[in-house]
């Protein structure tokens, strides 16, 4: 077991609160979600900058596929939490279907969807999905 530093472990990272987002489950939602997004890696980059330039658009993606299957795939509301870690950033989109994502065949000839998924598994450290008693929660670590 290691016990060097990891990325920045500096005190200024904790110094971002954690942020919370609920949405009604509208198409617009999505906005929203990117939106809450952007607003809280801009007060964390204040604090800490990211490690590569591509962290913070990485994020919003996968921020922005998450909260669009959510309002495809979920009736009803959905939370968005963000909160910094020691090496990037934790996020966990509540919504209310029981029924776990699954990657799809990318079809173009019908107007696209099926990369989504995709694009989270590729672009984030862990990914899981954990039951609850409304729905599930979808954890990611993407790297800051």
């Known amino acids: 077991m290691s016990t060097e530093p990891r990325g920045n472990d500096s005190s200024t990272s904790w110094a971002v609160p954690e942020r919370t ?3 009604t489950g509208e198409p617009q939602d999505v906005t929203g979600a990117r939106l809450a997004t952007v607003e809280f890696l801009r007060a964390l980059a204040r604090s800490a900058p990211p490690s590569a330039p591509e962290c913070a658009p990485d994020i919003v993606l996968v921020v922005t596929e998450l909260a669009a299957n959510a309002v495809q795939y979920a009736p009803g509301p959905f939370e968005l ?3 910094p870690t020691f090496d990037g950033v934790h996020v ?3 919504d209310t279907s029981s029924v776990p994502p699954e990657p799809r065949a990318f079809r173009p000839e019908s107007g ?3 990369i989504g ?3 989270v598994q590729a672009l984030c ?4 999905v954990v039951p609850s008693g409304t729905g599930k929660d979808v954890h990611v670590f993407l790297p800051w």
Do not use: I
């Open 112 to 114: 696209g969807g099926g």
């Open 117 to 119: 998924w995709h694009l």
């Open 21 to 23: 987002a609920r949405f």
């Open 81 to 83: 939490r963000l909160r």
């Open 125 to 128: 450290r862990q990914v899981s």
């Open 92 to 94: 966990t989109l509540s």
